[in-house]
């Protein structure tokens, strides 16, 4: 598992919320910033973390169109087959 799929993630989150305005927008950077920090930390995240990372992203994908919303759905996308590297449930 690739913390570079958590970089990648964060910076298509990033590209999402400069496509988008307002209140979704905020909530788009907050994802990527958060995505940022756990790809920075030494330890991991858990599924649970990641779960919770990517219904977050599933809700944004519904509320954005056009490019933001094919954004997300690839950071989305980047979770997930990061978290299919990690041991566990």
Do not use: C, F, W
């Not at 990527?32 to 858990?46: Q, V």
């Not at 944004?60 to 056009?66: F, I, K, P, R, S």
């Not at 933001?68 to 979770?79: G, T």
């Amino acid at each position: 598992m690739s913390r570079e799929l958590l970089e990648e993630a964060s910076e298509r989150l990033r590209a999402a919320a400069e496509a988008t305005s307002g209140d979704v927008q905020q909530r788009i950077y907050d994802q990527s910033d958060a995505i940022a920090t756990l790809a920075a930390r030494d330890e991991g995240p858990d599924h649970g973390r990641l779960a919770r990372h990517s219904n977050a992203l599933a809700e944004l994908a519904e509320e954005t169109d056009g490019d933001a919303e094919e954004a997300v759905r690839d950071a989305r996308s980047k979770l997930s087959t990061y978290r299919e590297g990690i041991e566990g449930v």
